[in-house]
């Protein structure tokens, strides 16, 4: 149970990042709060659409199923059951995987670190990191 409480919370936080990186992508913010001008040259880059969407609306996406299924697995119903653990260390290994072709890109490729996505990829790490302890425990 504490280990799907610690993935809802590491997702609620993750959502608030990708909400504000995808509010800045669709020009509801005007401008980053970075410190470093890379969250902008990163979020401006070609790299910055996957698939036809903004990168920071799969974030907006991916966390929320990530909190939606966190907060299912806490309902009195599924809390002994295996498969929204399951179900969470999937999601999160595709996140990881995802987050690590993206700093790939934004290393190699565009040559610029955005600090927001540096906090993005710690968060989708933790979740990550509980999620398969959680497995093995289960």
Known sequence: ??????????SLAGLFVALYLWLYKIGMIGSLTCGTGGCEVV???R???FLGL???LHGVLGYGVLLGVSLAGLQPRWLGRRGPTLVLAALATLGMLFTAYLNYLAVFRIHAVC?????SAAIITAIWVISLTAVRRH
């Open 1 to 10: 149970m504490r280990y799907r409480q610690a993935i809802a919370l590491l």
């Open 115 to 119: 600090r927001w996505c540096v906090a």
């Open 47 to 49: 790299y910055a659409v």
């Open 54 to 56: 903004p990168v920071a």
């Open 43 to 45: 979020q401006t880059s």
